[in-house]
């Protein structure tokens, strides 16, 4: 007859092990519900140069492939002169395969309105829902109420003619959208974060809302940087609290935290589709603009609503 104490340590340990095999497949899935971008050392893509000439509104667009397989999507560029109506030059963006995206901005003769253009990078879709830029394992468009956090993680340099001299500006454009499938601007809310911003137009007809503090890692130590919230039409805007802000760093912050902000202070709950995450700069308010932006990281981990989300303090993100 089997010893009685003897199954008893049987059935504990059987239940122990069970145990350890359920929390297992508790971290695996909570892990699984991470995404991070595949390409934040900007070194697994194709290179691939766009560059548009002024005069021109229409501007050059190009896709990076990865250089692994030319049928997945890494990024999108676009030199994006909607406003180049007069003058002379170029605007080109560069990813170089080599661990940077460049944009380089030499014009002259512009029109010197409001904003003359906009060059950017695009991970995901746009406001008129193209999705051509969904290669990396991130998922978009996603509804806001789906992510627990979007942590921004990137370093970055403006140089050039800046600093006062010059309507510049560094930007996160993001569009909020009352679908997975909106027809254009109309349909979203667009959300601006500005680490740096020298416009002489300041805050022009913009409603002020909020001094908003938020937890960031900048070039390596926890820190805090605040924004001043404004409502501007169709708009949420985030300014550098102390103008003109940042013109290069290394800086990781979570993005839900501005955007559900956003959203709730424009108060129009329609907005709930994020489209995708879009860096670059704008320029306008001055004929003649010289002025590069070059990116050395950028590196995006959604987290999925019901998952742990990643700490915002960490100096370094081993993938």
């Given amino acids: 007859m089997p010893n009685l104490a003897t199954i008893t340590r049987y059935l504990r340990s059987c239940a122990t092990l069970a145990g350890i095999f359920l929390i297992s497949l508790l971290s695996l899935d909570a892990r699984a519900q991470t995404y991070t971008t595949s390409d934040s050392s900007l070194n697994t893509g194709s290179p691939l140069t766009e560059t548009s000439n002024a005069p ?47 944009t380089s901005v030499n014009l002259t003769g512009l029109p010197g309105g409001g904003v003359d ?34 942590m921004v993680d990137y370093t970055y340099a403006l140089t050039g003619t800046i600093n006062g001299s010059r309507d510049i500006d560094m930007i996160w454009d993001e569009w909020v959208c009352n ?30 809302v909020r001094t908003l503090n938020l937890p960031v890692t900048l070039n390596g130590t926890s820190s805090t940087l605040s924004f001043d919230e404004y409502i501007w039409g169709q708009a949420v805007l985030y300014f550098p609290h102390t103008l003109p802000g940042l013109s290069s760093a290394s800086l990781r912050f979570d993005m839900m935290t501005l955007l559900n902000q956003a959203v709730t202070d424009y108060g129009n ?20 603009q010289s002025y590069s932006l070059n990116i050395t990281k950028l590196d995006f981990e959604q987290t999925l609503a019901g998952s742990p989300a990643p700490p915002t303090n960490l100096t370094g993100v081993v993938h």
């Fill in 269 to 288: 709950s329609v907005y709930t589709w994020l489209m995708g995450m879009e860096a670059g700069t704008e320029f306008g308010g001055n004929s003649t």
């Fill in 179 to 208: 679908s997975n499938h909106p027809n254009g601007i109309a349909d979203c809310l667009e959300v601006e974060t500005l680490p740096y911003y020298s416009f002489a137009m300041g805050h022009g007809g913009a409603t002020f």
């Fill in 117 to 150: 253009g906009s060059p950017f990078t695009l991970l995901g879709c746009d406001q008129w829902a193209g999705c051509s830029a969904v290669g990396q394992p991130l998922q978009f468009p996603k509804q806001l109420s789906a992510m627990s956090s979007l």
């Fill in 56 to 102: 021109g509104t229409s501007g050059a667009v190009g896709l990076v492939h990865s250089s692994s397989n030319s049928s997945t999507n890494l990024w999108l560029i676009y030199t994006n002169p909607w406003a180049v109506t007069t003058g002379s030059g170029t605007i080109s963006i560069a990813y170089t395969g080599a661990g940077s995206i460049t």
